[in-house]
C-alpha cells in the first residue's frame, strides 16, 4: 500500500523559508510521479511542483519557480519542497499527491490526476 506522509511545515515570518517532505512508501518500482499542492481555504487547490521519479526530472510553475525547489532523495523515496522568501501568500495548507505509472516530467506538464494523497501541512507566514 502507497502512503504519502508530509511534513516540515509550521510558522515562519515573511522572507523566511521552509522545506517541506512528502516520504513516501509502497512504491516498488520508480514509475510515479509526485506533485505538491497548496490550498488556501475558499480557494480552488493549486499545483505548484511536480516531480518525476523516473529520472529526477521536475517543473515548478511560474508563480513560484524563483522561490521554490523541489528535489529529491531517491533512497529514502522522499520530495522535497523548498520554500524561499516567503511571503503571507503563501500560507496555505501544502499536500503531495502521487500517481503511477509516470515518466518524465516535461516541462508544463504535471499529471492531472492522482491515486493517492497525504494528509497535508499547514504552512502560516506571518506579516
Same mark, same amino acid.
Given at each position: 500500500e502507497v502512503q504519502l506522509?508530509?511534513?516540515g511545515g509550521g510558522l515562519v515570518q515573511a522572507g523566511g523559508s521552509l522545506r517541506l517532505s512528502c516520504a513516501a512508501s509502497g512504491f516498488t518500482r520508480d514509475d510515479y510521479a509526485i506533485t505538491w499542492f497548496r490550498q488556501v481555504p475558499g480557494k480552488e487547490r493549486e499545483g505548484v511542483s511536480c516531480f518525476g521519479a523516473v +529520472?529526477?526530472?521536475?517543473?515548478?510553475?511560474d508563480s513560484v519557480k524563483s522561490r521554490f525547489t523541489v528535489?529529491? +532523495?531517491?533512497a529514502k523515496k522522499t520530495v522535497y519542497?523548498?520554500?524561499n522568501?516567503?511571503?503571507h501568500e503563501d500560507t496555505a495548507v501544502y499536500s503531495c499527491a502521487a500517481t503511477r505509472p509516470w515518466g518524465t516530467?516535461?516541462?508544463?506538464?504535471?499529471p492531472r490526476e492522482y491515486d493517492y494523497w497525504g494528509q497535508g501541512i499547514q504552512v502560516?507566514?506571518?506579516s
Amino acid at each position: 500500500e502507497v502512503q504519502l506522509v508530509e511534513s516540515g511545515g509550521g510558522l515562519v515570518q515573511a522572507g523566511g523559508s521552509l522545506r517541506l517532505s512528502c516520504a513516501a512508501s509502497g512504491f516498488t518500482r520508480d514509475d510515479y510521479a509526485i506533485t505538491w499542492f497548496r490550498q488556501v481555504p475558499g480557494k480552488e487547490r493549486e499545483g505548484v511542483s511536480c516531480f518525476g521519479a523516473v +529520472d529526477g526530472s521536475t517543473y515548478s510553475t511560474d508563480s513560484v519557480k524563483s522561490r521554490f525547489t523541489v528535489s529529491s +532523495d531517491n533512497a529514502k523515496k522522499t520530495v522535497y519542497l523548498q520554500l524561499n522568501s516567503l511571503k503571507h501568500e503563501d500560507t496555505a495548507v501544502y499536500s503531495c499527491a502521487a500517481t503511477r505509472p509516470w515518466g518524465t516530467v516535461v516541462e508544463g506538464t504535471c499529471p492531472r490526476e492522482y491515486d493517492y494523497w497525504g494528509q497535508g501541512i499547514q504552512v502560516t507566514v506571518s506579516s
